[in-house]
């Protein structure tokens, strides 16, 4: 399956976060329709519909499906960086202490983000599934930039854990991979539910960080 030949028109961060510029309620509703449909199934409609308004307001600013679907990639990404980058800069005596903060700012991102996270799955496995067009691959290639920044941040982290020997040293580029995709399976199957209270979502953010800090041997 090939995605949209054109290039997105807009691929810089100067959205992200901001709910005063008028793409933001685009791109909430443009997630939310990607996930619950899937890129292919997906078209301009489905997000129009959502957010109760004409195609004109979607193509003011985005030509094509791939121009939204790839800014809603990029925005997951943003948010990710964002916020473990806020609790890596805090005070932490050990490495795994700062791995730990980091851990629960990824969790509690996808659970209040979960369609952006979500379409952030759908662009990496489209990407290594080889689903993308030249244009498209250089869009990903800058986000790919950020995704880099973001493993670092946990690979680094990572490192220090097991030299403070709170974890047994072991194949790195490997334990990375497994301790992403013991968080990452957590836009699978989590479904936020209307009444469910911030502290609820702490305890599952809390459960998930044990399960994967422990599978790296750490106690």
Known sequence: MKVDTARPTSTTN?????????????????????????????????VADILSATKGKIYHHYRKKADLFFDVHKRGMEMD?????????????????KLRAMTLAHITVIMDHLPYQ?????????????ETTAAQREVLSEILVLRDQYE?????TIRLVMEEGHAPQQDLQIVVKAFF???????????????????????????????????????
């Not at 990496?124 to 080889?130: C, F, S, T, V, W």
């Not at 670092?152 to 680094?156: E, H, I, S």
């Not at 009444?195 to 399960?211: G, R, S």
């Open 118 to 130: 979500r379409v952030a799955v759908q662009g990496l496995e489209m990407h290594l599934a080889g």
């Open 14 to 46: 100067e959205f992200a976060g901001d709910d005063t510029d008028p793409r933001s309620e685009i791109l909430d509703a443009a997630a939310l329709a990607f996930m619950t449909k899937g890129y292919a199934a997906t078209s301009i409609d489905d």
């Open 152 to 156: 670092n941040l946990f690979r680094d």
């Open 181 to 219: 995709g013991a968080l990452n399976w957590t836009t699978i199957w989590f479904r936020p539910r209307t009444d469910q209270t911030e502290a609820e979502k702490l305890t599952v953010a809390d459960t998930i960080a044990t399960f994967a800090i422990r599978g790296l041997g750490a106690a």
């Open 81 to 97: 960086l964002a916020a473990v980058q806020a609790a890596a800069s805090l005070s932490h005596q050990k490495a795994i202490d």
